[in-house]
């Protein structure tokens, strides 16, 4: 064994620098097109405006079912495409941070949309259409930060 295999502080530095690079990258080729985060995003918002609606008719139900299963179609070919090039999905093991923030992101979402429902049920019609762009706003940037379930951070050279 090489006795003298001891590193810099500035080697060190260099490779954790390489090495939350490597993950950066990674987290963006996880990240899917603005074209694809914006429809789902939109019928995310759509299924959740018309699924507080959908006790008032069958026309709103119909719109919220094909707008959610819009939205499982469309994530599943992502995630499909994903598979094919290559990136194996992480099961969820234990409790993580990535875990924990999947967890949260959830049961918020499920919280507006069933705040929604209730409100819209007690007349509250517009509760509908602000919890619509809430999931939107919300998915769009769950979409476009945590794509790995990570924080994707700024690049440091791009302030």
């Not at 993950?23 to 603005?34: D, E, G, N």
């Not at 992480?90 to 949260?104: C, D, E, F, M, Y």
């Not at 706003?137 to 769950?142: Q, R, T, V």
């Amino acid at each position: 064994m090489n006795k003298d295999s001891n590193i810099g502080a500035a080697a060190a530095r260099a490779s954790l620098a390489a090495a939350s690079d490597a993950k950066r990258q990674a987290s963006l080729l996880l990240r899917p097109p603005v074209w694809l985060n914006i429809l789902i995003s939109l019928l995310a918002a759509l299924a959740t405006t018309a699924s507080a609606q959908a006790s008032q008719s069958s026309f709103w139900t119909l719109i919220a079912i094909g707008a959610a299963l819009s939205v499982i179609v469309l994530a599943l070919g992502w995630s499909h495409y994903l598979r094919v090039s290559g990136v194996k999905a992480k099961t969820l093991k234990g409790a993580s941070k990535q875990g924990l923030t999947k967890i949260i992101l959830a049961f918020s979402s499920a919280f507006i949309v069933l705040l929604a429902i209730y409100l819209t049920k007690q007349g509250i019609w517009l509760s509908a259409y602000v919890a619509g762009a809430m999931i939107g706003l919300f998915s769009s940037f769950a979409f476009y930060k945590l794509p790995a379930g990570d924080w994707l951070a700024k690049e440091p050279g791009s302030e």
